[in-house]
């Protein structure tokens, strides 16, 4: 069974940065299209970024598009989301996802505990 585990969250001021991480194990992660999804307090879960399996395509939001950047070690079986010019509204859980190649950025396999990112003066 696939498992996937988040980290990197915090508190950061606006205009900060953080790098989350997220390690994959039980599965072959090399086969898999990674994302990152988020979650704010009384919203529904809406899709960050996302990278294919290759590596070779990234897909953001248009949102995050130009301040956030997904990319991915297969070596470590870790994708990574760099998030840089942060604002209070990226507050939210993070949590990484993986999904087969045939699916879309809004159906995933396997997914982490989240991790939560404060964005606050």
């Known amino acids: 069974q696939g498992q996937l585990v988040d980290s990197g969250g915090g508190s950061v001021l606006p205009g900060g940065s953080l790098r989350l991480s997220c390690i994959a194990s039980?599965?072959?992660?090399?086969?898999?299209?990674m994302g990152w999804v988020r979650q704010a307090p009384g919203k529904e879960r809406e899709f960050v970024a996302g990278?294919?399996?290759?590596?070779?395509?990234?897909f953001h939001a248009a949102f995050v598009k130009g301040r956030f950047s997904v990319s991915r070690d297969d070596d470590k079986n870790t994708v990574y989301l760099q998030m840089d010019n942060l604002r209070p509204e990226d507050t939210a859980v993070y949590y990484c996802a993986a999904r087969t190649p045939k699916k879309g950025w809004n159906e995933f396999d396997y997914w982490g505990q989240g991790t939560q990112v404060t964005v606050s003066s």
């Open positions: 039980g599965f072959t992660f090399s086969d898999y299209a």
């Open positions: 990278i294919s399996e290759d590596g070779g395509q990234e």
